[in-house]
């Protein structure tokens, strides 16, 4: 098709010299617009093909994004409700051993991109907790790791200019801001709570292994290393909390935003 089209424009080229040696002006105007013309219908083809592309790449990167939020969100659901047993377990702990629960109130500069608030606290119930299994449960968790891969693919290739709706690229980028909030407060739990285990297993605690409540208590109260760390971990717990809740709201307006998007695009 491309050495047809070359073969045709030289024709017309070579018809349009034989005109201008002849003077027959009339042929050459012809053949000069059927040239112009087929320059602009080649251009605009070209541009209506480019602009295909792109809208087909910006449904795929949509529909990519949703089921990584999909697989996110599941994540984000799990490490909540792991975090709010943890946190449930160390007030069980604390109030069985004699000594003063979790109290937290402090605000943080970032307050209003992230939550750290007392809500986990009062969710946090100790109905659902067997006692001779409240080491286990302070000290296992969940840490999730969003996907950002087709955030990262979108970016390295330059293919944000493909996204129409500027809005929904800044909902983008916010959303993958605070997953890396998330993978921070990650590696600063899973330190700590190596820390948390190390001690315990001074002390023959160790995680789905049962201990008497009595005993358990008693070993809380008498080694303040122990309290100690058990509360740090319970602290950062609710700060590790506050990023995934946070993560968790701007996934789900994110979410609600691309599907809006992919049922209503032009």
Avoid: C
């Avoid at 100790?126 to 996907?147: E, H, R």
């Avoid at 809740?245 to 789900?252: K, T």
């Amino acid at each position: 098709m491309r050495s047809s089209s070359w073969i045709d424009n030289a024709m017309i080229l070579q018809r349009l010299a034989t005109s201008i040696r002849k003077q027959d002006w009339f042929t050459v105007l012809i053949e000069t617009l059927i040239v112009v013309l087929g320059v602009f219908l080649g251009l605009q083809l070209g541009n209506w093909n480019e602009t295909r592309a792109d809208r087909d790449r910006e449904i795929q990167i949509v529909s990519d994004m949703l089921a990584d939020i999909d697989i996110d969100r599941k994540q984000y659901a799990n490490a909540m409700a792991l975090a709010t047993r943890r946190i449930a377990a160390v007030n069980m702990s604390l109030d069985g051993a004699g000594l003063p629960t979790l109290s937290f109130e402090y605000d943080l500069p970032n307050a209003e991109d992230v939550s750290y608030n007392n809500d986990i606290l009062d969710r946090a119930s100790t109905d659902i907790l067997d006692p001779k299994y409240l080491w286990t449960n302070v000290v296992v968790g969940y840490f999730p790791t969003p996907s950002t891969s087709t955030y990262d693919a979108m970016v390295g290739s330059g293919e944000t200019r493909v996204m129409r709706n500027r809005q929904l690229v800044r909902s983008i980028q916010l959303y993958r801001n605070l997953t890396e909030s998330v993978a921070t407060q990650n590696d600063k739990l899973i330190v700590i709570r190596a820390e948390t285990m190390n001690i315990g297993a001074k002390y023959g605690l160790a995680p789905y292994l049962t201990v008497e409540p009595d005993s358990y208590y008693r070993m809380l109260a008498e080694k303040p290393d122990l309290a100690a760390i058990t509360r740090i971990l319970a602290t950062f717990t609710i700060f590790h909390f506050g990023e995934i809740e946070s993560a968790n709201r701007q996934a789900a307006l994110l979410q609600a935003q691309l599907e809006t998007y992919l049922e209503t695009r032009p």
